[in-house]
C-alpha cells in the first residue's frame, strides 16, 4: 500500500512534531488539507473529539477503540516504549535523590514489560532489586535475573527501600504497606490513573512521591515521536494489521 501525504492536526504533544519529521526524513509529504491525504496521525493517548470531521480519512492513533488503527497495540512499540520508560525512571531517580544507584536498596513492584525494562537497565548498576509480583512465571524469571522476590502481602512488613518503582496501575500501598516504607524512601509511581499508592495517606505521611506518569515522552520526546513514526511506516508496510 502507497502512502506519500500524511496529515497531523494535532501537534500540542511534540511527540507528534517528531514523528511528522521522521515521516518527512523518510520520503513523505505533510499537508494542511486532510481531503489530500493518504492518512492521518493522532497522538496517544487519543481524544474521541479528535476524530470529528475525519470520517472519510484512514487514521492511526494511539489507545482505545475507534474507527482506525491502534498503534499501541502493536508489541514492538510497546516493548521499545517500555525501554524509554526504563530510562526516564533512572533519570527521575537521578534528579531526586542524592544517593548512587550503585548498591542502592531498590524496589519493583510488579514485573511487566516496563518493570523487566527496568530491572534490566539496573542490574547494570549492580542495585540490590526486589521484585514484588504475584505471577509465578514472573517470580521466576525476576529471580532468574538476580533479583529477590517478595508477594504483594509482604509489602505490609517493614522494608528497607532507597526507592520504589511501583508500575502496577492499581492502589496497592494503602496506609500499611505506606508506614511500613522508611521515612526517607523515595517513591516514584509509573503506573498509569490511578496509581499504586493512596495519594491523600502518602501526602499526610510525608512519603517522598514522584509522579513518573507521561513517560516516555517527558525525557526522550524525539525517540518517542521517531517511535510512532516507525511504526506506523512499518504497520502501513505490513499491509496494517
Do not use: W
Amino acid at each position: 500500500m502507497k502512502m506519500r501525504k500524511f496529515y497531523i492536526p494535532y501537534k500540542e504533544d511534540k511527540r507528534m512534531i517528531y514523528a511528522s519529521e521522521y515521516f518527512t526524513k523518510n520520503g513523505l509529504t505533510e499537508t494542511v488539507d486532510k481531503s489530500s491525504a493518504d492518512f492521518v496521525l493522532l497522538p496517544v493517548p487519543v481524544k474521541k473529539y479528535m476524530f470529528e470531521g475525519l470520517e472519510n480519512n484512514l487514521v492511526f492513533y494511539g489507545v482505545g477503540e475507534y474507527k482506525g488503527y491502534d498503534y499501541n497495540k502493536i508489541e514492538a512499540f510497546k516493548q521499545k516504549n517500555a525501554y524509554l520508560t526504563a530510562e526516564g525512571a533512572i533519570a527521575l531517580f537521578k534528579e531526586n535523590s542524592d544517593i548512587a544507584l550503585y548498591n542502592a536498596n531498590v524496589l519493583i513492584v510488579g514485573y511487566g514489560r516496563i518493570a523487566k525494562a527496568l530491572h534490566k537497565a539496573l542490574n547494570a548498576f549492580a542495585g540490590k532489586v526486589t521484585v514484588c509480583s504475584r505471577n509465578e512465571v514472573s517470580r521466576v524469571l525476576a529471580e532468574a535475573n538476580g533479583a529477590k522476590c517478595i508477594d504483594f502481602s509482604d509489602l505490609s512488613e517493614r522494608g528497607h527501600y532507597d526507592v520504589v518503582f511501583n508500575t502496577v496501575p492499581k492502589v496497592v500501598f494503602t496506609k500499611r504497606e505506606i508506614d511500613a516504607l522508611d521515612d526517607d524512601t523515595l517513591f516514584i509511581d509509573l503506573a498509569s490513573f490511578p496509581g499504586g499508592v493512596d495519594t491523600h495517606y502518602a501526602k499526610h505521611k510525608k512519603l517522598r512521591l514522584i509522579d513518573g506518569r507521561g513517560m516516555p515522552s517527558a525525557y526522550s520526546v524525539k525517540t518517542a515521536g521517531y517511535l510512532i513514526g516507525e511504526t506506523v511506516l512499518n504497520m502501513i508496510k505490513e499491509g496494517i494489521k
